[in-house]
């Protein structure tokens, strides 16, 4: 797999998987206003995946298009960090992942921004409008659960807990990143690792919530080793064209 | 407050710069910043504007149904109100 299609195709599944999760919450928010906010974000990170893949898919240059890569390729083949597949049992778990994500994002597409790759810059400068004011929400819901009530705060704490775990990987580089930082492709994430760990230590300080130390780091979804939440995700999500082969939307 | 939504606000929406705000609808929110992002996911999707107000309802003091008659009834019969007595002189542009 050549390095700039692998690139991008771990930025496609990012979103993908992302969307698709908040895409569950559909119908089921927690009032009428919060469910439309919610699947308005998830309809921008879909749409930012959609043209992630096919570019990817122009990259790889095999005529595939982004709906060959989203609902034919299987659970080893996707290229997501563990975190985006995470489950979210409860929406205090739906915004600390989502925070996590959106910070990290707005970083990375900022730098992004900048790529060589005219395409690829130019979707991360569109996302970095969206992606703030992704960030505006969930931050502010942060800010809700962690100073709300001493339930709200606990759940929200709980979340923090179990999904720590998955941000080490956000930062890891491999010799894809490589290849992609050398080549003006891609950005390092050293670049603003220091700087969007502060941010996010200074939202949860100021939202009575504490990130867990010394947690022992998961690591793998880059290289398609995932947790097992992801085949459930994909189940679902390829249903449709694995069942009725050649269809066509 | 009668449900778990949170209370009612009104939403006002400025099309362009300059023009006033239109109202163009209500929502449910727990505070400001809530209201002002609802009311920007809700109102503001399809380019409807480029600012936003929003207001808690209880602050909005309304007339009330009743008070037709004698608020806006005597109105009627004083077309002296209306400047269509006037003779606008030629050379006044943009009246």
Same mark, same amino acid.
């Given at each position: 797999?050549?390095?700039?299609?692998?690139?991008?195709?771990?930025?496609?599944?990012?979103?993908?998987?992302?969307?698709?999760?908040l895409c +569950?919450w559909t119908?089921?928010g927690p009032?009428?206003?919060e469910d439309l906010a919610l699947t308005n974000i998830a309809?921008?990170?879909?749409?930012?995946? +959609?043209? &992630?893949?096919?570019?990817?898919?122009?990259?790889?240059?095999?005529?595939?298009?982004?709906?060959?890569?989203?609902?034919?390729?299987? /659970?080893? @083949?996707?290229?997501?960090?563990? &975190?985006?597949?995470?489950?979210?049992?409860?929406y205090?778990?739906t915004?600390?992942?989502q925070?996590?994500?959106? !910070?990290?994002?707005?970083?990375?597409?900022? =730098?992004?921004?900048?790529?060589?790759?005219?395409?690829?810059?130019?979707?991360?400068?569109?996302?970095?409008?969206?992606?703030?004011?992704?960030?505006?929400h969930t931050?502010?819901?942060?800010?809700?659960?962690?100073?709300?009530? /001493?339930?709200?705060?606990?759940?929200?704490?709980?979340?923090?807990? /179990?999904?720590?775990?998955?941000?080490?990987?956000?930062? /890891?580089?491999? @010799?894809?990143?490589?290849?992609?930082?050398?080549?003006?492709?891609?950005?390092?994430?050293?670049?603003?690792?220091? !700087?969007?760990?502060?941010?996010?230590?200074?939202?949860?300080?100021?939202?009575?919530?504490?990130?867990?130390?010394?947690?022992?780091?998961?690591?793998?979804?880059?290289?398609?080793?995932?947790? =097992?939440?992801?085949?459930?995700?994909?189940?679902?999500?390829?249903?449709?064209?694995?069942?009725?082969?050649?269809?066509?939307? | 407050?009668?449900?778990? %939504?949170?209370?009612?606000?009104?939403?006002?929406? $400025?099309?362009?710069?300059? $023009?006033?705000?239109?109202?163009?609808?209500?929502?449910?929110?727990?505070?400001?910043?809530?209201?002002? %992002?609802?009311?920007?996911d809700?109102?503001?999707?399809?380019?409807?504007? #480029?600012?936003?107000? #929003?207001?808690?309802?209880?602050?909005?003091?309304? *007339?009330?149904?009743?008070?037709?008659? *004698?608020?806006?009834?005597?109105?009627?019969?004083?077309?002296?109100?209306?400047?269509?007595?006037? $003779?606008?002189?030629?050379?006044?542009?943009?009246?």
């Open positions: 797999m050549n390095h700039h299609f692998k690139y991008l195709l771990r930025l496609a599944d990012n979103s993908l998987i992302n969307a698709q999760c +569950k119908g089921h009032f009428l206003e309809l921008d990170i879909l749409g930012r995946s +959609k043209l &992630l893949l096919e570019h990817a898919a122009l990259i790889e240059g095999n005529g595939k298009s982004d709906d060959d890569l989203a609902f034919h390729r299987s /659970e080893r @083949e996707f290229l997501n960090t563990k &975190l985006v597949e995470q489950p979210t049992p409860d205090a778990y915004i600390i992942k925070v996590i994500i959106d !910070s990290f994002d707005l970083n990375l597409y900022k =730098e992004l921004s900048k790529s060589k790759d005219d395409v690829l810059a130019g979707i991360a400068a569109k996302s970095i409008k969206e992606i703030t004011y992704h960030y505006r931050s502010s819901w942060v800010n809700r659960f962690g100073l709300g009530t /001493e339930e709200s705060n606990q759940r929200a704490q709980n979340a923090l807990n /179990e999904l720590w775990r998955f941000t080490g990987e956000l930062c /890891e580089t491999d @010799e894809t990143d490589e290849w992609a930082i050398k080549n003006g492709i891609g950005c390092s994430v050293e670049n603003f690792k220091a !700087s969007w760990q502060t941010q996010l230590k200074n939202l949860f300080n100021e939202s009575n919530l504490t990130i867990p130390e010394n947690t022992f780091m998961q690591t793998g979804g880059k290289n398609g080793i995932h947790t =097992e939440h992801l085949g459930y995700i994909l189940a679902e999500m390829q249903t449709l064209p694995k069942a009725h082969v050649g269809a066509t939307w | 407050m009668s449900d778990s %939504q949170g209370p009612m606000w009104e939403v006002f929406v $400025q099309k362009k710069a300059g $023009q006033p705000f239109v109202h163009c609808g209500n929502l449910h929110a727990f505070d400001k910043e809530m209201a002002l %992002q609802n009311a920007r809700l109102y503001t999707r399809r380019m409807e504007g #480029v600012a936003l107000w #929003v207001v808690k309802s209880e602050h909005i003091v309304a *007339s009330s149904p009743e008070d037709q008659g *004698s608020f806006f009834e005597p109105a009627n019969d004083k077309i002296f109100r209306h400047p269509t007595f006037y $003779q606008v002189p030629d050379i006044i542009k943009h009246m």
